[in-house]
């Protein structure tokens, strides 16, 4: 009893040693709030004299400086104000970011997210951040596009913002462009989850159709891209009857099906090569049946007829559809005056005149 005593005792003299190291070690941690006051009163200075970049450090400085959550954010707000007017977008994104993370309580959010997409939308429209501060005059020397990466991380932030949907279907572009399907599917499939009457967000079927599609015909072994692709061309439809892209989205929803039907009869094809009649029977009837007008149906119906002698041919044949794209035309409008001819050539060198083309050319 006594020696469990003396070990109990001594766990809690151990205890409230490292108790008391630790607090001891914090309190030398960190800067003293004269540093602050320096760091924060020369960002003040830095930004009336117009040197933004200096203000900026500065005031990143004095946020760590701080003991205090109040000073703290109004440090980091000071950093945000002089990287904005500086132009230093990238700089002043991640100042944001840091504010809404670390100091939500202390600032308007939902302002601080909409600035997020402003400062995507400027990158995206062209705007860059100087690579040097003191060569900012030069109109060349500026930093590299991170559209793609500011609009990821807005998004993260503010994934149901006002901006959110623009920024999405610009960051599954930009994703596109550098073939990263996969995640630009996950951003498109979010946009047509929303009931919203923008009538730009057909674009996002579109684009989300045409990439199920792209993959479809790339590699589906299980049909997956190509199901998904009908089920959003059709819901694409239903929600836009009178969209000009109906003919184009038929049109696709045509090619879809034959990929579907071109699948089942290599297998069919397969089967029937490997001895397995059966098999291969019922994948070229489920050419026939579910996909009749199919450009791939007229072979799978031959196979069927040389596999199974009890089948009978169909009596009438839908009707194949052209799979190319029609598009109106318009008549030329009529010009107000004659056409002019314009020499191409002169065998001295210089320009000839130039004559106004006559109905008869005796004329000239």
């Known amino acids: 009893m006594k020696c469990s005593f003396l070990k109990i005792f001594g766990l809690f003299l151990l205890l409230a040693t490292s108790v008391n190291l630790w607090a001891e070690d914090t309190t030398e941690v960190g800067a003293s709030s004269e540093d602050f006051k320096h760091y924060y009163n020369t960002a003040l200075e830095k930004f009336e004299a117009g040197d933004y970049d200096e203000a900026g450090e500065f005031a990143l400085k004095a946020e760590e400086a701080a003991n205090d959550s109040v000073m703290k954010a109004n440090s980091l707000q000071l950093a945000i104000d002089s990287y904005r007017a500086g132009g230093m977008l990238y700089k002043e994104f991640n100042a944001i970011e840091k504010m809404i993370n670390c100091y939500r309580n202390y600032t308007d959010s939902v302002q601080q997210i909409n600035r997020l997409f402003e400062i995507g939308n400027a990158y995206f429209a062209g705007e860059r951040e100087p690579s040097f501060w003191s060569l900012r005059w030069i109109p060349w020397l500026h930093g590299e596009d991170k559209t793609e990466e500011l609009y990821a991380r807005a998004l993260a932030q503010g994934p149901f913002a006002e901006g959110s949907h623009l920024a999405r279907m610009r960051l599954a572009v930009f994703l596109i462009e550098n073939k990263k399907n996969d995640e630009a599917l996950k951003h498109l499939r979010e946009i047509v989850k929303l009931e919203d009457s923008d ?166």
């Open 199 to 364: 009538p730009n967000f057909r674009y996002a079927y579109l684009l989300l159709a045409e990439q199920l599609m792209f993959l479809a015909h790339k590699g589906d072994g299980d049909n997956f891209y190509a199901q998904e692709a009908i089920e959003v061309c059709e819901k694409f439809k239903q929600k836009y009857p009178n969209a000009t892209e109906n003919d184009m989205v038929d049109k696709w929803l045509l090619k879809i099906k034959d990929l579907q039907a071109k699948r089942l009869l290599e297998m069919s094809k397969f089967y029937r090569k490997s001895g397995k009649i059966e098999a291969a029977i019922r994948y070229s009837n489920e050419v026939v049946s579910k996909y009749p007008d199919s450009i791939h149906a007229e072979k799978a119906e031959k196979l069927l007829v040389e596999m199974d002698k009890k089948y009978i041919p169909r009596s009438v044949t839908p009707e194949i559809q052209s799979r190319l794209q029609s598009y109106e035309t318009f008549r030329m409008v009529d010009e107000e005056k004659k056409l002019l001819v314009h020499p191409l050539e002169s065998k001295k060198g210089f320009m000839l005149p130039v004559y106004e083309l006559q109905v008869n050319s005796s004329e000239k």
